[in-house]
């Protein structure tokens, strides 16, 4: 296939912008397709090299010349997936994810190879003394979920997804006269009119009702083509699979059911309590499903500045909490490195995603006008400004950020680190913000577990039928969430709640790295009630590791408790009571 170029007028640079250099703006980078070809004769050369080495510098020299063809790859490819989700429809970059989807996992296998060949070195132990053994870790696990043998099944998995998110990209639900997308039903859906949160909700589930049959067979397939994989390469079940795929160094299937077991016992009673608090708070006989978004009889707080403000705010806000001007936040958006606002045909939800051969993260989200504008925007902020402070942490790209759920400690945190700058946002409705984000928090633990356990389910048992997974669902739901009243809404109560989930689709055994990450995130939140310089001391630590660590390791080298002990489980569920009055 021939290159392809999209450029806006700059030549892409060939290191990371240094002080002395000027830094880009994001819509003057060139885009350039990748040659695989080129890829994967660098990738042959440097296994050779790799092989016949007995040199601890010559290894070091023909490692960093791959890691270099990498990055470069590795940001076409976020590039084109940032252009891609600001505008879904643009033909060029269907095509080009098509391409990505099709060769991303010849890259993947290709890079194994060259790996391979530093695992079964000769001089082994002088380059683990030279590089650390994190970098280690990670080959052995790329080689276990990568091989020639799934390629072809690896590039149909992506492609289910791209085909998924698309759907969602362009959803179109017409209410109040008027066309919008599913993030900007938003506002509607925690209206402080019942009759217009009943509507609207009412919609949303027509708008998945409509989809259902395409959103069954998407991940019908999905599931059968994972579990091949899994097969295919000696695993018993996906399960196993995508646990390897997540990274998890240091726990296992059976930590994560103590963890889910503990959210069940110690959180999910605490839910209960607040589900009856806003039933009376909302002065209703029953509390309906649509009922549940809306906290407060006033209506949930707002921000009290214009949407378009947002960013002059928060450059405000990060320049103030890391006393610096300006902040990393406002650099990043004065070169449009970030695109806030919901629209027609822009990927939904948020994200941020580095550009590798810049050092630059880039920030998206759907900003409608709720309180979780400004939780979203500094969730991802949080993974920015880890991702700007972590990159010399390792010469190895795949080190330089943690494995995910250790990513999410550094977003989550970031949420509560700000809460003394809320007035900034919600002006007197700031106390009101936090309590409802703590709220939240708590009320997602459970849910988070829910998509967690589904997953479990749906993959240890792959013969399921979808009306099976489905009952699944909603069985897992009493569980979890045991206060839900669908009032007999008919897609909702035969269990179609988890495809508005799209890490279900496009993320397996991802969620739960959020509810770990909040335990850990909690306890920073706690420290800094007492002491914020101990607590911003702990999260500069943890950004600035990068992935030089596993998460329990890392955890407890900044001084926290794993997430997974059931003391530290009690701990905040006794402290966030505290804070909520509870």
């Not at 002088?126 to 990568?146: A, C, S």
């Not at 589930?205 to 989809?211: G, N």
Request: glycine fraction near 4%; aromatic fraction near 12%.
């Amino acid at each position: 296939m021939p290159e392809e170029i999209r450029t806006d007028g700059m030549k892409q640079q060939d290191k990371k912008p240094d002080d002395n250099m000027k830094m880009p703006k994001f819509s003057e980078i060139e885009y350039k397709r990748p040659s695989v070809e080129k890829f994967r004769e660098c990738a042959m050369s440097t296994r050779l090299k790799l092989m016949a080495a007995r040199d601890p510098d010559v290894v070091e020299t023909a490692v960093m010349a791959f890691q270099r063809e990498m990055s470069a790859f590795d940001t076409a490819f976020t590039i084109c997936m940032i252009r891609h989700d600001l505008d879904t429809v643009d033909p060029f970059w269907n095509d080009e994810m098509d391409f990505f989807d099709e060769n991303y996992p010849i890259v993947s296998d290709l890079s194994a190879g060259v790996y391979a060949a530093m695992l079964h070195s000769e001089i082994r132990e002088e380059l683990e003394e030279r590089f650390g053994t994190m970098i280690f870790r990670k080959v052995q696990n790329q080689r276990e979920i990568v091989s020639s043998e799934v390629l072809e099944d690896l590039a149909k998995e992506s492609s289910l997804e791209n085909d998924y998110s698309q759907i969602l990209s362009e959803a179109d639900i017409v209410f109040k006269g008027k066309h919008q997308t599913l993030s900007t039903m938003t506002p509607y859906l925690e209206s402080t009119d019942r009759e217009v949160r009943k509507k609207a909700h009412k919609a949303v589930s027509d708008y998945y009702t409509a989809q259902k049959e395409k959103f069954d067979e998407i991940y019908d397939e999905m599931v059968k083509i994972r579990t091949e994989i899994a097969h295919k390469l000696g695993f018993k079940d996906f399960v196993e699979l995508g646990y390897k795929r997540m990274e998890r160094y240091d726990y296992d299937p059976e930590k994560v059911k103590a963890f889910r077991d503990s959210v069940v016992k110690y959180i999910v009673p605490i839910t209960s309590e607040i589900r009856r608090l806003q039933k009376n708070r909302l002065d209703l006989d029953a509390l309906k499903y649509y009922d549940l978004p809306c906290l407060f009889v006033h209506g949930n707080p707002v921000p009290q500045i214009p949407k378009e403000k947002y960013f002059e705010t928060g450059s405000k806000m990060f320049g103030a909490m890391f006393d610096r001007d300006p902040s990393f936040f406002e650099v990043l958006g004065e070169h449009d490195f970030m695109d806030l606002f919901s629209r027609q045909n822009k990927a939904t939800g948020g994200y941020c995603a580095s550009l590798l051969d810049y050092g630059i993260p880039f920030i998206l989200m759907n900003a409608n006008h709720t309180a979780d504008d400004v939780a979203t925007m500094v969730h991802e902020s949080g993974h920015a400004y880890a991702a700007l402070r972590s990159i010399d942490s390792s010469q190895f790209i795949e080190c330089l950020s943690p494995t995910l759920e250790a990513c999410e400690i550094h977003s989550t945190a970031m949420e509560y680190l700000t809460y003394p700058y809320m007035e900034m946002f919600f002006e007197k409705y700031a106390d009101a913000y936090r309590q409802q984000h703590m709220t939240l928090a708590l009320l997602f633990l459970p849910y988070g577990c829910l998509v967690d356990e589904f997953q479990h389910v749906v993959y240890s048992n792959p013969e399921m039928t979808k009306e099976e997974r489905h009952a699944a669902w909603r069985e897992l739901e009493k569980k979890y969430q045991p206060d839900i009243d669908y009032d007999g809404d008919p897609f909702y109560e035969a269990g179609g709640a988890w495809m508005k989930k799209e890490h279900i689709f496009t993320s397996p055994f991802y969620y739960i790295d959020y509810c770990l990450a909040q335990v850990c995130a909690l306890q920073i939140w706690d420290i800094s009630r007492k002491n914020r310089k101990k607590a911003m001391t702990i999260y500069e630590h943890l950004c600035a590791a990068g992935g030089t660590r596993t998460l329990i390791d890392l955890v407890e080298s900044a001084g926290l408790e794993s997430p997974f002990s059931l003391d530290v489980m009690k701990k905040l569920a006794y402290q966030v009571c505290d804070y909520l009055n509870l």
